[in-house]
């Protein structure tokens, strides 16, 4: 059975090392954050509202706290994605044995915005309606490799302490 406090405390840990790697390659000019913070607490806020899709959300009319609601929700995600990493490790002995699986797994929630938010919002699959496809998909995999790197930093460094 997988612990919830430690689902938790794995994915703010995770989504927490996303985001400062995040900040500094953006101030290293090697990613640009192609989705702001705006849009995504516009998508969650209209998510909860029932709207799944948008043709373009950047015409979407704008919603009070939608900063708020992106770091929310973002926050929630990692959480909830470190549960599923959490019970691949309880099921799977490959996933629980090698450490290196966080990476994995970190690398396959990339699908997450390409299949699923970028349509949403109206970029289409792999941003695949923008003009500048590139940044978007470059952008996600460096996001969610530096998730995986997170849940290893956990798995690694403190889940002995804190667990």
Aim: charged share 15%; aromatic share 12%.
């Amino acid at each position: 059975m997988i612990n919830l406090l430690e689902m938790i405390l794995m994915g703010v840990v995770a989504t927490l090392i996303m985001d400062i790697l995040a900040i500094l390659l953006t101030k290293m000019r090697i990613i640009r954050p192609p989705v702001g913070a705006e849009v995504v607490g516009r998508w969650a806020l209209y998510t909860l509202r029932g709207k799944f899709i948008h043709d373009d959300i950047y015409k979407t009319p704008a919603l009070t706290n939608e900063k708020s609601a992106a770091l929310l929700s973002h926050y929630l995600i990692g959480i909830v994605l470190a549960g599923i990493y959490l019970i691949l490790e309880w099921k799977v002995p490959a996933v629980r044995e090698q450490r290196w699986m966080t990476l994995v797994f970190g690398v396959a929630t990339v699908l997450l915005p390409w299949l699923w938010l970028y349509p949403s919002i109206g970029l289409g699959f792999l941003a695949s309606k923008t003009s500048r496809k590139s940044p978007y998909i470059v952008t996600s995999l460096v996001n969610h490799t530096d998730f995986g790197l997170g849940l290893l930093v956990w798995v690694v460094f403190f889940r002995r302490f804190l667990v």
